[in-house]
């Protein structure tokens, strides 16, 4: 029985050409995006389910001052919860990374250095918590002695090639050896971790002087990720509100009641966005909400295509399925025939959409850097994923012409009676439908390009045009200003500075700060960054009062040592941002002069001391990108006498930057820094770095906004058709009388149109609220003006009326004596 109706059905297929084709064009798109969409979001919620127990580890968080939250917490907090949580945590560790540079003596390049950002120092147990695989050596004794290190294998093959790198050194800035001791897999692609070198924390300690024997004191030093393994007996919402309740006794209570630490599931890290200081860029979880019900809209949509298809070609099918009917056939028959050929068209339409989705998914990946892993033969999930997708299509584009057909009546079909105007209804519903949905994708993939435009577009504030900047290391600084004067001699470059951040990427490090007269209330952590003499001037940022820096030095201040190891610099010039100005209730005037302070302070001691006089305001520019508003800033001479605040220097080309520049800059690098690496970006590129999600959501929004136009004009091309087929008898008729064509197709084509604007009218204020809630995390965003409704509108109208009146027109050219002779 079952091999009859699947012959009957591929008969139909071949038999009707035209709406076959458009049947599996439409589904194979539907089925090949939803299954893109679906496989990325899985991919993006599985990130750090791999580790052992994953659901049992939780990341250490804080919110600040109840306004912020941040993804690192101090050194202190690791031994603190070892502490008061024994028992309860079955393991604690924390880690934190540095800039470092190596070379191999043993390596394929045993002379040349190598800048490495991502080598992290971690406590004992780092290896039970994490399901990190070594390919090589072990773990043993390598978090609790100094100066051991695992590597990734990527590093592995950089520094040794294809040699064995286990026990062989690698040197670090300040010539201290490390032994490597084991080489880890490739990192998996859904971690939110980034690290190419793990060694243990007594090795940090002994960097900075610390006692490998003493925990760390301060919530402030060293800046750490926590993680900690929660025994399976416990509750870790109880452990996390319990943390806020111990803080105290650790630290002073005003302290603890502006910062507040508690758990975070590792597997919600990547999903959740609102955490600053993250390792690595998380994806919001709002926007693979976006993407799934995209996928799931689309396959929708060429289901209803197929629903609207299948009633059209209901009319040529009315006598058969009258007479087999009148013949004896039962309901369930002729419904299991319907769904076997929805079954053999949704078959059909998965393999071309799997060889779509084999063919598209590496063009995705390499042209906006998504990771969209597909694995058909071994990955169970998706099999399982796959099969019900096919299912599910299958009965939702089936059930209803299954049961529709069946259902027909065959004395009213053989007396060719008209098709009911309430089923009529229900296909103007379903193509309206179609069209709210794409009309509000194509409404917000335009809001999200225009605000990935307006954030690329719009002014920093500064002039970042032929800016290069180059990443200092301890090494460098040693010969920082030598460096700075041969670089400035390099034909084509203007200008050479010192500083601690990137402007329009980095804010500085965030302290308390307070000025003499300060009200209760208005204390506040305000950025502090580190800038050359001049600084302003290169960038093109004005001076709005007072002056800059200068070079003599005698902005710097005078320093000593609190107990003899905390700096307390006092008599530095200070230079504020507007922002600033604003927050001490001060004009530009007014403020030039006044004393401030920035500091660190735990339980009463202090750990910084900053005591300046303001000497400059700078205009307000951004220091981070559009996303986030402008802070107050305080900026302080990059040498000051305290320390040398140098992390970049900013080379300023003033006619360009090209190969020739390049090389010349390499060139002198070399000369004054032998084996250091030039390690140098773009300003420019540095900055559209920070908006690389927004471009990959525009880009999907966008591609899969064009995609569901071109299946709902799909589906009004299967209306078309079946009205054009249900009213061949009227059209023969008025052409007959004396009607053109063209007034014949403007009357159909105008009916469909009707439909369109009214999807229009649900579809753009529904538009409107989603992206006014999705502007929401920018603090800087493009206003909606009347201009995307337009936009959108006539995208919409254009295809439709396009879609709409080619078929009209043929169906009102045809020969008026061959319609009324049929009927």
């Known amino acids: 029985m079952l091999k009859n109706y699947l012959k009957i059905a591929w008969r139909n297929l071949v038999r009707q050409k035209a709406f076959s084709l458009i049947n599996v064009q439409g589904l194979s798109v539907g089925l090949a995006c939803c299954l893109i969409l679906l496989a990325f979001v899985k991919h993006e919620k599985s990130y750090d389910a791999f580790h052992p127990d994953s659901d049992q580890v939780y990341r250490v968080v804080q919110e600040v001052q109840k306004n912020n939250s941040w993804a690192w917490a101090g050194g202190a907090v690791a031994p603190m919860l070892r502490k008061e949580f024994e028992g309860e945590l079955d393991e604690v560790v924390s880690l934190t990374q540095i800039s470092t540079y190596l070379k191999a003596p043993d390596g394929i390049a045993p002379d040349e250095s190598f800048r490495e950002d991502h080598f992290i120092f971690t406590d004992e147990g780092f290896d039970r918590i994490f399901g990190f695989e070594l390919s090589k050596g072990s773990w043993k004794g390598v978090l609790e002695n100094p100066y051991q290190v695992v590597i990734t294998e990527e590093m592995a093959t950089k520094y040794f090639g294809d040699a064995d790198p286990i026990g062989k050194a690698l040197i670090s800035t300040g010539d201290f050896s490390f032994e490597v001791r084991g080489v880890l897999k490739k990192l998996p692609s859904n971690t939110h971790m980034d690290f190419d070198f793990v060694s243990g924390m007594n090795t940090f300690k002994s960097f900075n002087d610390f006692p490998t024997s003493a925990d760390f004191g301060s919530f402030w030093w060293p800046q750490t990720y926590t993680y900690v393994k929660v025994n399976k007996q416990q509750d870790p919402a109880a452990i996390s509100k319990k943390i806020p309740e111990i803080n105290p006794k650790y630290r002073n209570p005003e302290e603890a009641k502006s910062y507040v630490h508690f758990l975070q599931p590792i597997t919600d890290v990547h999903t959740n966005a609102g955490f600053q200081g993250d390792w690595t860029p998380p994806m919001s979880l709002q926007t693979l909400w976006i993407f799934l019900s995209i996928g799931v809209f689309v396959l929708f949509l060429a289901c209803i295509n197929f629903i609207n298809l299948a009633t059209a070609r209901a009319i040529k099918r009315m006598k058969e399925i009258g007479i087999r009917k009148v013949n004896g056939a039962q309901r369930t028959q002729l419904i299991f025939q319907f769904l076997a050929e929805s079954f053999l068209i949704n078959a059909v339409s998965m ?395 403007n009357k159909l084509t105008s009916e469909f149109l009707i439909l369109v604007m009214f999807s229009l009218l649900i579809a753009l204020p529904l538009g409107y609220y989603l992206m006014q809630e999705w502007l929401d995390q920018f603090a800087f965003k493009v206003p909606i003006s009347i201009w995307f409704f337009l936009i959108s509108a006539a995208i919409s109208v254009i295809l439709a009326y396009s879609t709409v009146s080619i078929q009209s027109l043929k169906t009102a050219l045809a020969n008026p004596v061959d319609a009324i002779k049929n009927e």
């Open 351 to 745: 393999i071309i959409g799997l060889i779509f989705v084999y063919i598209s998914v590496p063009l995705i990946e390499s042209s906006i850097s998504l990771k969209i892993p597909i694995d058909l033969f071994g990955d169970t999930q998706l099999q399982v994923l796959l099969f019900g997708i096919w299912i599910g299509s299958s009965v939702l584009a089936g059930v209803f012409p299954a049961f529709y057909l069946s259902g027909l009546k065959p004395e009213m079909i053989l007396k060719q009676s008209p098709l009911s105007k309430g089923k009529s209804v229900l296909r103007k519903t379903l193509v309206v439908f179609q069209f709210v949905l794409s009309t509000l994708l194509v409404f917000c993939a335009s809001v999200a390009f225009y605000q990935h435009q307006f954030m690329t577009d719009a002014s920093m504030g500064f002039d970042s045009e032929g800016l290069i900047s180059v990443k200092m290391g301890s090494l460098a600084k040693e010969k920082g200003d030598v460096l700075k004067q041969e670089l400035g001699n390099v034909p084509g470059v203007s200008s050479v500075k010192f500083t601690s951040d990137r402007p329009g990427v980095d804010t500085g490090w965030n302290p308390p700060a307070d000025f003499p007269g300060m009200k209760e209330g208005e204390s506040r952590n305000i950025n502090v960054q580190y800038v050359d003499a001049d600084f302003f001037e290169t960038l093109n940022i004005p001076i709005l009062s007072g002056r800059e820096f200068i070079e003599d030095g005698a902005d710097r201040g005078t320093s000593e040592l609190m107990r003899g190891r905390f700096p307390d610099l006092s008599n530095v010039a200070m230079i504020v941002n507007e922002s600033a100005v604003e927050w001490m209730g001060k004009d530009l005037n007014s403020v030039l002069g006044s004393d401030l302070r920035v500091f660190t302070e735990e339980n009463g001691e202090l750990f910084s001391n900053y005591k300046g006089i303001i000497v400059g305001v700078v205009k307000d520019y951004h220091t981070r990108d559009l996303r986030y508003t402008i802070e107050p800033t305080v900026y302080l001479p990059a040498k000051n006498a305290a320390f040398d605040g140098t992390q970049y220097i900013l080379i300023k080309a003033d006619q360009g930057i090209n190969s020739e520049l390049l090389e010349s800059l390499k060139s002198t690098w070399k000369e004054v820094n032998e084996g250091l690496p030039f390690d140098y970006n773009f300003l420019d590129e540095d900055i559209a770095m920070q908006y690389a999600q927004q471009a990959k959501t525009s880009s999907l929004l966008g591609s899969f906004a064009f995609l569901t136009l071109l299946i709902s004009c799909l589906g009004l091309l299967g209306l078309s058709i079946f009205t054009a087929e249900s009213r061949r008898k009227e059209i023969g008729i008025r052409r007959v009388l004396g009607a053109s064509a063209a007034s014949i197709a």
